[in-house]
Nanobody
Framework: QLQASGGGLVQAGGSLRLSCAASERTFSLYGMGWFRQAPGKEREFVAA????????YYEDSVKGRFTISRDNVKNTMYLQMNGLKSEDTAVYYC???????????????WGQGTQVTVSS
């Protein structure tokens, strides 16, 4: 089970830190990712992190602004979001993959989503 939190309302240029807590003790075996879905749009990939925590991959639109990380002791993944823009407004979802990691992998488990709203 994945529990996403940390969303909220922030002004453009501001920062938020999302968390994704996993109840699974084998958290360290899963590749993890963040996705988002804006109103009227399809869900899109944001960032992913290898189960080791040493390799990350970002969608071009968030490179240099967002940082994905994980703590395999705390069974938690994070998304530090800086320099937020109005186009970052969306519901953010965390996801876990047993088979791999990255943008194209199949994610098996999904969190419930946390709303991020950026006012301009």
């Amino acid at each position: 089970q994945l529990q996403a939190s940390g969303g909220g309302l922030v002004q453009a240029g501001g920062s938020l830190r999302l968390s994704c807590a996993a109840s699974e003790r084998t958290f360290s075996l899963y590749g993890m990712g963040w996705f988002r879905q804006a109103p009227g749009k399809e869900r899109e990939f944001v960032a992913a992190i290898h189960r080791s925590g040493r390799v990350m991959y970002y969608e071009d639109s968030v490179k240099g602004r967002f940082t994905i990380s994980r703590d395999n002791v705390k069974n938690t993944m994070y998304l530090q979001m800086n320099g937020l823009k109005s186009e970052d407004t969306a519901v953010y979802y965390c996801a876990a993959s047993r088979a791999g990691w990255g943008k194209e992998t199949t994610y098996d488990y999904w969190g419930q989503g946390t709303q991020v709203t950026v006012s301009s």
